[in-house]
């Protein structure tokens, strides 16, 4: 049985980050773990490109635009939404995420989730360096060994003459 498992390795690949401005007190932070963890991990600061949007809803549009350059070896899309006291939370969160996982398949390339939807401030304060760490961090990390992972995968398949048709 063969089994895979990419690491964390960023060296001589390209990768965006694209922060979503609203709650930037928040969402700086992210960018900021983000970019630290793929720099720490062997990717070139210049290799690392960050891209900023008005909010969380504009993230799957900016994202789906740098799929298309065809560029990255993966793209993390950091953001925050905290719940207030209308429904938009639950629109904006979950269309964000779901623009975001339909660019992960329909690409195929990897997108690192680090999207905060908290009740309070506070909530999101703690995950973006605080007592719950860094999302932004966490989301690269993955991010990460998903591109090592499918370059693993792509050299299996290429080396193995087998097309998967059986």
Not at 50 to 59: D, Q, Y
Not at 123 to 132: K, L, T, V
Not at 150 to 166: A, I, N
Request: aromatic content about 8%; proline content about 4%.
């Amino acid at each position: 049985m063969a089994e895979f498992s990419g690491s964390p390795a960023g060296a001589g690949r390209h990768f965006a980050v694209v922060g979503s401005r609203f709650n930037d007190t928040v969402t700086t932070k992210l960018v900021e773990g983000a970019v630290n963890c793929l720099v720490k991990h062997g990717a070139a600061f210049d290799d690392v490109d960050v891209i900023w949007v008005p909010g969380a809803w504009e993230l799957p549009p900016a994202v789906g635009r740098l799929l298309t350059l065809d560029r990255y070896a993966a793209i993390v899309a950091v953001g925050a939404v905290i719940r207030g006291e209308t429904p938009h939370f639950d629109f904006v969160a979950g269309e964000a995420a779901r623009g975001l996982a339909d660019l992960q398949r329909d690409y195929a390339v990897p997108i690192g989730f680090g999207l905060l939807t908290t009740d309070t401030e506070e909530q999101a304060d703690a995950r973006a360096g605080g007592a719950h760490g860094n999302k932004g961090w966490d989301a690269a990390l993955a991010a990460l060994e998903m591109a090592d992972l499918f370059v693993m995968l792509d050299t299996v398949h290429d080396d193995s003459g087998d097309d998967g048709t059986g």
